[in-house]
Structure formats: C-alpha cells, structure tokens
C-alpha cells in the first residue's frame, strides 16, 4: 500500500479545479445575450442570419450543417465571436462590448442558468479534505453576484477569474500543487471542464486528472472521464476523492 501524503497546511491534500460557463453552470441564455448583443450592430438581414445561424450551432452542436465559421467553435461563445468576426466583419471592440454586456447580464435574474444536478452537494462533500478552485477567463463583472444566484457564493476556497486559459492553466496548477504540497504528486488535482484546449490539455500535460463535459459530441481530446454533462464526470471524482493515488501516471497505465 503506498504511503499517504503529507497533508498541506491547510490539511487539504487534493485539489478540484472547476470551469465556470459550461460546467459549474449551464444555459444557453448568456450566449444568446452575447449573439443579441453582437446582433445590435448589424444590418437587419445580417441580424437575423447571424441570430439563426447561433440558433442552429446551440440547438445541434457541429453537423454536416454547420456553417464552415463555426467548425473549429469549441462551445457557444467562441461560435458567437468567430461567426461574428469572420462573416459578418463584427470588431473586437464591438465584440469585447457585447461580451461584457452578457456577463453583466448574467449576474440578474432574466438568463436562466442553472447547476448541474448533485454539483453543489458533490463540492460540499469534498471540501474538508479537499481545495476546491473556480477558474474562469471571463472578467469579475458579474461574477459575485452570479454565483450568489446559484448558491455557489461559499462554495469554493479559492476564485481565479481572467485566468487566461489555456496559456495561464499551467501557473494556476502550480499554485494550487504548492499550496496542497502536490508538486511532486500532480495526480491529486482533478481538472474538470467542457473546453478540452482550456480546460483538459494544459492540465493532462501538467499531470493532473481530468474530467471532460463533452456536450456536442467534438471528440477534442482524450481524458481521465468524458460524458456529455456534468452529472456524467460527479463519479469519476468521486472515485478520484476517495484515492487520488490510485491515479498515478503507473496505476492509470495499467
């Protein structure tokens, strides 16, 4: 039986890194805002392909009808920009204006989001023995009050936002295996998020476990669990929880 490890000063010996939009949450109303929002600026025949063509994207994912835009669109707000600023010519300022409108929007009442089934209740039951981290890209405008929405306000240790993902992943992990003295054991964070580039790459390569939320069926990349919602990846960390060793680069091989 291998040894257990040293607790950290906080008695916290492993880590969950949760995504923001996408996984401690769902809904497509904030990316509807964000195409709206976008939508303001355009023409009205422009206004209502551009409106149609997002519909389509969040209603069937990628299919043979997809617009050529939006094939490489890992999830809805990266369809919005990309559609945006490659067919209907839409500015990064005008689109930075959008996107910033739907995060404040986001924090009220009128976007209908909600969490994943048992999410809130799985965080619960992790957290005496483990540091739990929200990292997300987007800005703090909105955020406190969102979470407050969702009653995710005390759920977490630890909020990381403009976390510049995937290129800023890497520094968050290393702060968070110092802080749960993992450095040397990278298997005792579990990454889980729906952006296999943002969320489950960087993190795969810095040795961590990963739960990929899958929702259309992209088949980005591999990792340690894959369903297409949140509730399909609760399991994996749990059994993941229970012995983070169990996940050591020579326990997964075999």
Known sequence: MAESPAQSATGKRQALLVDLDGTLYRGDGPVRAYADGVAAGLAEADRITFLSIVDGYLRDGVSERTEP???????????????????????????????????????????????????LDALAALRPTTHLVLATNSPELGLAALLSRIGAQDAFDEIVFGSGKP????????????????????????????????????????????????????????????????????????????????????????
């Open 167 to 254: 290129a800023g992943l890497p520094k968050i992990l290393a702060g968070i295996a110092m802080e749960i003295d993992a450095r040397s054991a990278p298997w005792r964070i579990f990454s889980i998020g729906d952006h296999w580039h943002n969320d489950i790459a960087p993190a795969r390569e810095f040795g961590a476990v990963t739960g990929y939320i899958d929702r259309f069926g992209r088949n980005d990349g591999p990792a340690d669990a894959v369903a297409p919602t949140a509730e399909g990846i609760l399991p994996a960390i749990a059994a993941w929880a229970a012995d983070p060793d169990a996940y050591r680069p020579a326990a997964r091989s075999h």
């Open 69 to 119: 835009e939006l094939l490489a669109a890992t999830d809805g707000w990266e369809a919005v920009a990309k559609l945006a600023a490659q067919r209907f010519t839409v500015g990064k300022a005008e689109l930075d204006t959008a996107f910033l409108g739907s995060r404040r929007a986001l924090a009220g009442p009128e976007l209908l989001v909600e969490v994943p089934g048992g999410f």
